[in-house]
């Protein structure tokens, strides 16, 4: 994949979508916390807190006219890693109150942006 700087195409797209997912959620009333936190080799995109509640979340962003819905990206492999990050984040900074995983999955294309919210159980 081409690079531009330091980073290749596929992570200034991931940076655009997390940013984007970021205001959104900040102007939905979350409280973001973290971006781009690791565990290792695991990472939580943001970290937020809406309410008393602490909020994980996967951001996948595609563009162009990509093989798959970024959502359906979100595979079981991801979603365990997720979850093995987010409970070293617990446990790290000892959170009290309810947890979730969440998933923003955005799709730029050159007739607009989509986004779509998945809020966790």
Do not use: H
Not at 104 to 121: E, H, L, R, T
């Amino acid at each position: 994949m081409q690079e531009r700087g330091n980073q290749t195409i596929a992570q200034q797209v991931g940076g655009y979508g997390e940013k984007m997912a970021a205001d959104w959620l900040w102007m939905k009333g979350f409280d973001i916390k973290e971006r781009n936190w690791r565990a290792g080799r695991n990472e939580i995109d943001l970290v937020c807190k809406q309410g008393k509640e602490w909020v994980f979340v996967e951001v996948k962003t595609r563009r162009g006219r990509a093989a798959m819905q970024p959502e359906v990206a979100v595979n079981y492999k991801k979603r365990k890693n997720l979850m093995t990050a987010a409970n070293a984040y617990i446990q790290q900074y000892q959170c009290d109150g309810k947890f979730r995983l969440d998933i923003v999955a955005i799709s730029v294309s050159p007739w607009g942006k989509q986004m779509m919210y998945f809020k966790g159980k």
